[in-house]
T-cell receptor, first 110, second 114 residues
């Protein structure tokens, strides 16, 4: 079983719509959680950190459910520029490595 | 440019040759990671350093792979006797190594073994 699992998609989303997807992680000791965005043939870039109480950054909302060991990302009012692969990233502790999921592809259509 | 830089950006090599990649992290970052990414997959962890100490190596890192960070600054990743299966994007990232701090990625080195 992979340590971090994601639905690969693609999620085809009309412009202006809302899309949400999850990621599950296997290590209950995980402490830090992130969503990274990766455009085609580019390097991953941090979208947002995920905090226990949930957090928002503009149109993006991230939630963490420690009991069920999943993280979610919701994108409101989708823009064409939101088309990308969204990578779920988990870190066990400050000494631990970053573990990536395989990514969820989002395609926003006009 | 004060970001993570990787060199070369692209490398085409014949099977059986040795290749070496370089990563220069953000200067104050003590943590340096190497990842490998193939098409349709997320980055797979290879190894990471805390300063000059190599703390962990993935099982993906066969004995043909070696990484160093001799002075705790730049790092090199060498692949000996390359195989076609080594073709991938090799990504380097650096961070402060603290909880909840992000890792910054370089643009990667795309390796093609022919």
């Amino acid at each position: 079983r992979k340590e971090v699992e994601q639905d690969p998609g693609p999620f085809n989303v009309p412009e202006g719509a809302t899309v949400a997807f999850n990621c599950t992680y296997s290590n209950s000791a995980s402490q830090s959680f992130f969503w990274y965005r990766q455009d085609c043939r580019k390097e991953p870039k941090l979208l947002m950190s995920v905090y226990s109480s949930g957090n928002e950054d503009g149109r993006f909302t991230a939630q963490l459910n420690r009991a069920s060991q999943y993280i979610s990302l919701l994108i409101r009012d989708s823009k064409l520029s939101d088309s990308a692969t969204y990578l779920c990233v988990v870190k066990t502790d400050s000494w631990g490595k970053l573990q990536f999921g395989a990514g969820t592809q989002v395609v926003v259509t006009p | 440019d004060t970001g993570v830089s990787q060199d070369p950006r692209h490398k085409i090599t014949k099977r059986g040759q040795n290749v070496t990649f370089r990563c220069d992290p953000i200067s104050e970052h003590n943590r340096l990671y190497w990842y490998r990414q193939t098409l349709g997959q997320g980055p797979e962890f290879l190894t990471y350093f805390q300063n000059e100490a190599q703390l962990e190596k993935s099982r993906l890192l066969s004995d043909r792979f070696s990484a160093e960070r001799p002075k705790g600054s730049f790092s090199t990743l060498e692949i000996q006797r390359t195989e076609q299966g080594d073709s991938a994007m090799y990504l380097c990232a650096s961070s402060l190594g603290l909880t909840n701090t992000e890792a910054f990625f370089g643009q990667g080195t795309r390796l093609t073994v022919v």
